[in-house]
């Protein structure tokens, strides 16, 4: 208890000017020559701030770099997951923004070649309170700080997470540029950030697939806690890829799918034409009223096949539907957020990543609000069984995240044995 409460006052420090002027002043260096005390002309055995967060508020935070250096811009946003920041570097859906973790230690387990949710980090950074020194996993194969550097990602540590969260948690979702660069001033990184923005842009077209190609990995059988719930049949689902993250499709072929996955701007009529059992939208990132074409591909689709919607799809197919989506304040990104079934009253721990969501007065009537998010109340989960689709707004397929909602992608399943026994 005591060590909690010693550790909490100081990652609870206030922010200091210059925080690396009081700590070198602080310590003295041991070496073979004697004893000397530090100070900024003395070069330490440790290292020392060499990068700034500057944010859209004006607030600059000091901090101390890993990864790759340079200046990036990107929307700031926390993610409260325990676990999993592999799986959350390598998810599409974080492209232009970074990611600050609540938990205080990241690092631990290294990275490993299992975990990639795609085939690179499309995130803008990563931002975390402590890095760890060693890790310590028998599936690790690379350190994080060695990870991000290869893969070109800027990363800081040793800043106040906690009260740049609750700055987001008051202010919203704020624009920040991270630099390693001394030449470039603060007006400057403040100046960056005040003129970028994420709200109208397309940022799917980046992160999708450039063709079609099937997916046939299944989640390795050490991992499968459904793997009771298996179907003699297979169906064939297309797949849109908007960002879309594996363990999506790992889950659908564990659930006995055959999955094509088509790029963002695959036209629906080649859809069709392939006569699939089903399609999937999938996650993918940004604001969805920034991508008409994906909603009209969507639109053309719907009625015609069973439909899922994941995240972005979820988003895509509200808007198909003639509602609306909004962006909200800080959104929610985290392995914890509870959800609540309409339809039977159940309630899932869901692992969520949006800034976005469906404004349920907007959509027509017909349309069912199947699941809300238990933290704000908003729409979670969407339905219209005359049509033929289901969607969520939150990560069935976790990784990270717990499992509560994995049985979904069997309810998929039974949407399109329904409709292929109908026709
Ligand atoms: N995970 C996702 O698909 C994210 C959806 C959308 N980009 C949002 O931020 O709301």
Known sequence: MATNAMYLSVINRPLVANPNSLRVRSFTVRCSTGSVSTGASVSAPWKLADARLVLEDGSVWKAKSFGASG??????????????????????????????????HIGN???????????????????????????????????????LLKRNIMGIYDVDTRAITRRLREDGSLIGVLSTEESKTDEELLEMSRTWDIVGVDLISN????????WVEKTGSEWDFNSNRRHEETFHVVAYDFGIKHNILRRLASYGCKITVVPSTWPAAETLKMKP??????????????????????????????????CMGHQLLGQALGGKTYKMKFGHHGGNHPVRNLRNGSVEISAQNHNYAVDPE??????????????????AGLAFPQRKLMSLQYHPEASPGPHDSDLVFDHFVELMRKEKQRS
Request: aromatic content about 8%; proline content about 6%.
């Open 71 to 104: 200046t990036q811009v990107g929307e700031v946003v926390f993610n409260t997951s325990l676990t999993g920041y592999q799986e959350i570097l390598t998810d599409p859906s974080y492209a232009g923004q970074f990611v600050l973790m609540t938990n205080p």
């Open 109 to 147: 387990t290294g990275v490993n070649i299992d975990d990639e949710e795609s085939i690179k980090c499309f995130l803008a950074g990563l931002i975390i309170r402590s890095l760890s020194i060693s890790t310590s996993n028998y599936r690790c194969t690379e350190s994080l700080s060695d990870y």
């Open 207 to 214: 992160v999708s697939c450039k063709q079609p190609y099937e």
């Open 277 to 310: 059992d089903g399609v999937l939208f999938s996650n993918g990132p940004g604001d969805p009223s920034a991508v008409p074409y994906a909603v009209e591909t969507v639109k053309e689709i719907i009625g015609k096949v069973p439909i899922f919607g994941i």
């Open 362 to 379: 907007s959509l027509p009537s017909g349309v069912e609000v199947t699941h809300v998010n238990l933290n704000d109340g908003s729409c």
